[in-house]
């Protein structure tokens, strides 16, 4: 069998734990950068990445779409749907990627599964905005489409130029009640899940004055043990976004676990380092068993 991962960075850590689990069991597969990413319309459709015909593949694993613009993220989904539509199997499924890039889809997603998120509100209204970060007293703006912990801010109603320039920036703003965090120092739950089962769990402990934990922003991995309520949050959230691979954020309130969102395309790297499990070669795994 062949598989294409698609992929920015050659040496990510996550791209290639899938690869050498593919290659352990008995797969082939090619990175493919979808800056490389041609499709042609007429005589007939083409699809092809790094100068791969795509359709030939026997199965597409998604670990980063990356983006350069702000019009190609729409086409790299959309290419993704189109060859899901031809008959390639893709992981996660194109829908779910898309989901869960979209903060505002994820919460919507969340909200019906009746999984404890935060209060949040999506607008283009700097008026109703305003009336938000009021009534919460501290709220955190985050880009629609935003990941690893880039572009946050957190609004306070005594400043409203932060909340000006986002909604400038993008047009809309999702912006979310702020949580306390009820550990001693501002840390999340980064759960990782594998064809329906929890691989590991970390905490992500936030550097010194932050309280943003991703580990690309500061952020220290160590290990989290997992609880009942840590597992059936994580796979419901899973579930409730149709993702096949996924990072869950949790966060921990005095009110219980949060679910702040799903990752669709998630980096094992925190988990291998606290716990040395390699989400790479479950991911491998799993994708032969329901393609092989
Ligand atoms: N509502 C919130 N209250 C407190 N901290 C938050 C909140 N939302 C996010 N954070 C912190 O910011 C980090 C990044 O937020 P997240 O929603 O996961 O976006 P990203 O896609 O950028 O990872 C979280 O891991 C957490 O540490
Ligand atoms: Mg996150």
Redesign the pocket.
Known sequence: MRFGIVVTDPDDWTARAIRDGLSKLGAESAFLNFSQLAARIGPDLRLRGNGTDLLGLDGLVVRDLGRTGSHDIAFRFEALSALQALGLPIVNPPSAIQRAANKFATSIALHKAEIPH?RTLVTTSFEAASEFVSDHGRA?S?PLF?????G?ALLTPDDPAPLREALAKSGVVYL????ESAALS?R?IRVFVVGGRVAGAIY?V?PPGS????LSQGGAPERCPLTGEIEDLALRANGAVGTVYSGV?L?ETVEGLKV??VNGTPSGLGVYLAWGIDAGEMIAAHILERLG
Request: glycine letters at 8%.
């Open positions: 935060p955190v985050k935003g990941y690893k912990g880039r946050l979310q009640e702020f949580l501002p999340d992500r936030a309280w943003i934990s991703n954020d966060i702040l969102e």
